[in-house]
């Protein structure tokens, strides 16, 4: 059975700093975690960042760019750091994986396996 856990959520100041982690176990041959999301109360699920397998592309929302960063280990692994975090950051954060990777936008279409989430709040 396909689980996805991700931790490192918390509370954190504005101005401060939480790194994500995304483990993923039972995929089923060529997915792969390559997604994250948030989703705020009342509002849509969102793109965050992206990452192909191989590492080479990256994809960031533009609200992130330049203070969030995502990285992975292998397929079953990624992880975001964020920094500079700001009160709109608020949100349950989701890694998600699909067999594919589409560099240019972060649809929650693309995805078929999605974790639980965890919580970052950020106080302003």
């Not at 203070?67 to 949100?91: G, P, W």
Request: aromatic content about 12%; glycine content about 10%; some cysteine.
């Amino acid at each position: 059975q396909v689980q996805i856990v991700e931790s490192g959520g918390g509370l954190v100041q504005a101005g401060g700093s939480l790194r994500l982690s995304c483990t993923a176990s039972e995929l089923p041959r060529g997915y792969y975690v390559s997604g994250w999301f948030r989703q705020a109360p009342g509002k849509e699920r969102e793109g965050v960042s992206g990452i192909r397998l191989t590492a080479d592309k990256t994809f960031y929302a533009p609200s992130v760019k330049g203070r969030f960063t995502i990285s992975r280990d292998n397929a079953n692994k990624m992880y975001l750091q964020m920094n500079n975090l700001t009160h709109d950051n608020t949100a349950m954060y989701y890694c998600a994986a699909a067999n594919v990777f589409v560099w240019y936008e972060l649809s929650t279409s693309t995805y078929e396996y999605w974790g639980q989430g965890t919580q970052v709040t950020v106080a302003s």
